[in-house]
């Protein structure tokens, strides 16, 4: 049991360290950038257990608040979290809890990486257009158009990228593919 655990340790600050890095990855867009962080909090919830998952993003986002930058642009600073962006970095959470829950219920194949990650995605896409309502006193029409609509197609690329990629990494990790 304790090789299990040091090897869920270790693996989440691996996968940590990724999500830093992923973060910095970014395309400028008028109000929310375009960045890799779904890709890392995707690897994050598709790999490790549900409660690793979960308290791997809730250190990001601590990492992140307490001034670190470790947001998208090098940013950080308790600031970031009440921004327009803030909505899709507290969903985050959201994002590993729901996707790591659904691949510890219906298992690990692709077909379960892709449709866990699809919900992960909706959530974070859904709760972080909501956030801007009252950030920046958008309609919810216009909060979706802007929030969720232009992310909708780089982020199914992205599922589908970290749906292949963990499928390939659970064999060397020693994550058993189930069904």
Known sequence: M???????????????AVLVVCSQVTIPLPIIPLTLQTFGIGLIASLLPVSYAVEVVLAYLILGAVGLPVFAGFSGGFAALMGPTGGYLVSFVLYALVT?????????????????????TVVNL?????????????SVKSALLVGLVPFLLPGLIKLLVVALIAL???????LRPQR
């Not at 304790?2 to 940590?16: D, F, M, Y």
């Not at 390939?168 to 020693?174: A, M």
Request: glycine content about 12%.
């Open 2 to 16: 304790k090789r299990e655990k040091l090897h869920n340790l270790v693996l989440a600050g691996i996968l940590l």
């Open 100 to 120: 790591a829950a659904y691949l510890k219920y219906r298992g690990r194949s692709l077909a379960n990486l892709i449709s866990g990650n699809v919900l992960g």
């Open 126 to 138: 859904l709760c972080g257009s909501l956030w801007m309502v009252p950030v920046l006193h958008l």
């Open 168 to 174: 390939r990494l659970q064999g060397s990790l020693g």
